[in-house]
């Protein structure tokens, strides 16, 4: 981004946080917050949601998407097994990482039988290889 663009974005930013500040002193952003919040919860815990996409739509839409999420998901995980097929230990480190994708680093590399620092080495191998940046 050059120096003038940066410049622009300063003043721009500036501007809107004057806008805003404007806004805030005026009749209508008193009466605007003088109503209920709708983010505070119902009796279940639950915010409550009265936009045309609430939460039971995108409920639904998950589970909708579910099969190919988990598709797309399990192709993805076979092309990067492929894209590692000289390397057994970084395969074997991978399918670690997503068997316990839901713990620490510290139970993965337990798994692995490795220490933590052998796991970072092999993480950022990993990354390499696959292209991906850690």
């Known amino acids: ?8 974005l300063r003043c721009a930013e500036k501007c809107r946080r004057a806008n805003e500040y404007a806004h805030d002193q005026t ?3 008193r009466f605007e917050r003088s109503f ?3 983010d505070c919860p119902d ?3 639950d915010a409550y949601d009265y936009g045309d996409c609430g939460r039971s739509v995108r409920r639904m839409m998950r589970k909708l998407d579910a099969p190919y999420r988990a598709k797309v998901r399990n192709l993805r995980f076979a ?8 390397h057994p230990e970084l395969q074997r480190t991978l399918r670690m990482m997503r068997r316990h994708r839901w713990c620490g680093r510290e139970k993965i590399a337990a798994a692995l039988r ?3 620092e052998a ?4 993480f950022t191998r990993l ?3 696959l292209g991906v940046v850690p």
Do not use: W
Not at 79 to 86: E, F, H, K
């Open 1 to 8: 981004m050059t120096t003038r663009e940066q410049n622009l």
């Open 27 to 29: 009749r209508q952003r």
């Open 36 to 38: 209920l919040s709708f």
């Open 43 to 45: 009796e279940n815990g």
């Open 79 to 86: 092309a990067a097994l492929d894209a590692l097929d000289g």
């Open 114 to 116: 490795i220490s933590p």
């Open 119 to 122: 796991y970072a080495k092999r």
């Open 127 to 129: 990354c390499r290889v």
